[in-house]
């Protein structure tokens, strides 16, 4: 594989072999648990398919490819992938990570994993002393999460990762919102990229999928064993559904940021409306590292309506037509979503609230259909 291939001809061809059989131009989807041996140990590389398949093979190879790493491993959800990094660590050891988190990582930490006496301290990643602050000789990994769901804080990766490797630290980063089309963690010193698959890279939800990117081979080594030992592995149907998603990423993710441009103008210039988190606004809080950092600003955007009013964010969510109320994100189709009872109810009142998703909040994943209805479907929303 050419290494110096533009990111829109990896989506394409990235770490894809064409078939030896019949030539066949995408990966054939391998249903299959085994593989015929000459004699004991006597395989072709594939011996039973929760160790390896070739679709998922095919799929790893791309997945490397499109970050801009060595090694791409995949799991059979993004918390999947998570899971299998934490069982890296030790009990004992200490983690950071970032305070608006997924809420289902938040509990994934804290649920299963804190009663393994992982001990977790969730900060402010924006505040370089903060993160100096939490760090002893247990620190074992940073987890970063940028841009945040769903407040859309931009995370410098690079200023992070000078202080993981300053404490020799492990930095693992949650690539998800942004996608490998907008940033990639292992190029700006990170030493795993974590992603649900789910989302932009699938991009059709259709596919449940989880995937870390490595460059080390003491890591891939390592991740490799508990990715067979735990079990936690994707069929390849579902490799072949993230395979063929892969090759729009490119395309997709221009529209999904165009849009997402047009409706955050279309909201910041409402009366009717509070205030708007997307990264590209100049008055963003962290629009400066999110303009060095990402080639582009994502379809992610979070608002409140005037007034602050938890009924009336209800209202607004309720009365659209084109954005399906729905979890997820990512996908080709427009969503809107009320992370307070919806992705972040798992998480405390009160710890969810210090992080600024209040219940007037509502998160839109900006999908790739026509922007003008988007913003006629807002309009509509609005105006009750
Ligand atoms: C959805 C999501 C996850 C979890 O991934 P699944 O594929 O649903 O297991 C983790 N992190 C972020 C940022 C997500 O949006």
Aim: charged share 20%.
């Amino acid at each position: 594989m050419n290494k110096k291939m533009h990111f829109n001809s990896k989506v394409i061809h990235g770490g894809q072999i064409l078939d030896k059989s019949f030539g066949s131009v995408m990966p054939p989807i391998y249903q299959t648990s085994t593989y015929a041996q000459t004699t004991p140990g006597g395989h072709k590389g594939y011996e039973y398919s929760r160790t390896h398949n070739p679709t998922r093979t095919a799929l790893e190879n791309a997945l490397a490819s499109i970050e801009s790493g060595k090694y791409g491993l995949a799991f059979g959800s993004g918390l999947a992938a998570m899971d299998a990094v934490l069982k890296l660590l030790k009990p004992g050891d200490e983690i950071i990570a970032t305070h608006d988190l997924y809420g289902g990582s938040y509990r994934l930490f804290t649920k299963i994993f804190e009663t393994f006496n992982l001990k977790f301290h969730f900060v402010d990643l924006q505040k370089i002393n903060i993160i100096k602050s939490k760090i002893n000789k247990s620190t074992k990994l940073i987890w970063v999460e940028t841009p945040t769901n769903p407040m859309m804080n931009v995370i410098d990766i690079k200023a992070v990762s000078k202080i993981s490797k300053e404490n020799n630290i492990m930095l693992a980063v949650d690539n998800t919102f942004a996608s490998p089309y907008l940033q990639n963690p292992l190029l700006l010193g990170a030493d795993i990229v974590m992603h649900s698959a789910t989302k932009y890279i699938a991009g059709h939800s259709d596919v449940i999928l989880g995937a870390l990117i490595v460059n080390s081979n003491k890591l891939e080594e390592q991740l490799r064993f508990i990715q067979n030992a735990s079990g936690a592995v994707p069929g390849p149907m579902d490799c072949f559904l993230t395979l063929r998603g892969i090759k729009t990423l490119a395309v997709r993710m221009e529209r999904h940021c165009l849009n997402a441009k047009k409706i955050s103008k279309f909201l910041v210039d409402n009366p009717l409306i509070e205030k708007v988190f997307w990264p590209g606004l100049s008055d963003h809080p962290n629009h400066l590292i999110a303009k060095k950092q990402m080639n582009d600003f994502g379809g992610m955007i979070s608002f409140i309506p005037k007034g602050s009013s938890y009924k009336n964010a209800i209202k607004i969510i309720e009365n659209l037509k084109i954005f399906t109320l729905a979890e997820s994100l990512g996908g080709v189709e427009s969503l809107a979503g009320h992370p307070a009872s919806m992705t972040h109810a798992s998480i405390p009142k009160n710890v969810r609230e210090k992080s600024g998703v209040s219940d007037s909040l509502i998160r839109l994943s900006v999908g790739i259909e026509d922007y003008q209805d988007l913003i006629d479907d807002i309009q509509q929303a609005i105006t009750y």
